[in-house]
């Protein structure tokens, strides 16, 4: 029963992402081109959101479902990670006009040919947890 509330903000979580068109190709397009502010608008609403979220779990001290404290660890700074991680993550967003959020969300409208995308972001996942270790962080 706990799983259900969270297949359901999932679900509402993809209406939100189509109906807004965080979804469209052509609105990441549009991104790409620095033609419209439109998603650029999405992402910074998520982001403060995010960004008031986590101060409000960090000074409530919020607990998760188990009921630990929910902490927040600090990422090693290094520019080389983030430089081409987001370079790969741009391009496969560029190349197939589609972030992972709305993936389910699209292939869930019909556009089943973003199941390849989906498969090759799952063995992307999969080979990275693979050679993690053996790669520079």
Not at 20 to 38: D, N
Request: charged share 15%.
């Amino acid at each position: 029963m706990k799983a259900l509330k969270f297949i359901l903000i999932g679900i509402l979580f993809g209406i939100i992402l189509y109906k807004s068109e965080a979804a469209s190709w052509y609105r990441i397009y549009e991104m790409f081109q620095f033609r419209s502010f439109h998603m650029y608008g999405i992402i910074g609403t998520a982001l403060t959101t995010a960004i008031i979220i986590v101060q409000i779990i960090k000074r409530k001290r919020l607990k998760d479902n188990n009921g630990e404290q929910i902490v927040f660890h600090d990422k090693d700074k290094s520019i080389t990670r983030y430089l081409v991680g987001g370079t790969i993550f741009g391009l496969g967003w560029a190349l197939t006009g589609a972030c992972p959020g709305p993936l389910f969300a699209l292939i869930g409208a019909g556009y089943w040919t973003l199941g390849i995308v989906l498969l090759f972001a799952l063995l992307g996942t999969w080979l990275y947890g693979i050679l993690r270790n053996k790669l520079p962080h």
